[in-house]
């Protein structure tokens, strides 16, 4: 079974940055079956939306409201996708959740996902 161990939020003034970290745990067999592939967010009230996203090939795709201010990026060797946050604002409040997505015998084995517990990031004005 793999877990994916947030940490890096907190709290920032407008204008300020974080990185969050996500840290794949578990069998070497587990964590190579997966692909840590994605950033959510959820703020109170509202529905979980997707951030930030890296392929295995290495590209990368952001939700249009954090385009220009937001990194994601991936360590292999450290089963770590990090997400990088610059020009914070106040409307990024949300916990944040790490996503991982395992798809065997290429998709035809169907999809399955994995969720970190989240972590708080909290953007005063």
């Known amino acids: 079974q793999v877990q994916l161990v947030e940490s890096g939020g907190g709290l920032v003034q407008a204008g300020g940055s974080l990185r969050l970290s996500c840290a794949a745990s578990?069998?070497?067999?587990?964590?190579?079956?997966?692909?840590?592939r994605s950033w959510y967010r959820q703020a109170p009230g509202m529905q979980r939306e997707l951030v930030a996203r890296?392929?295995?090939?290495?590209?990368?795709m952001y939700a249009e409201s954090v385009k220009g201010r937001f990194t994601i990026s991936r360590d292999n060797a450290k089963s770590t996708v990090y997400l990088q946050m610059n020009s914070l604002k106040p409307e990024d409040t949300a916990v944040y959740y790490c996503?991982?997505?395992?798809?065997?015998?290429?998709?035809?084995?169907?999809?399955?996902?994995?969720w970190g517990q989240g972590t708080q990031v909290t953007v005063s004005s």
């Open positions: 890296i392929t295995s090939g290495g590209n990368t």
């Open positions: 996503h991982a997505r395992e798809r065997p015998n290429g998709g035809l084995g169907g999809e399955y996902n994995f």
């Open positions: 578990g069998s070497i067999a587990s964590i190579n079956s997966i692909n840590l």
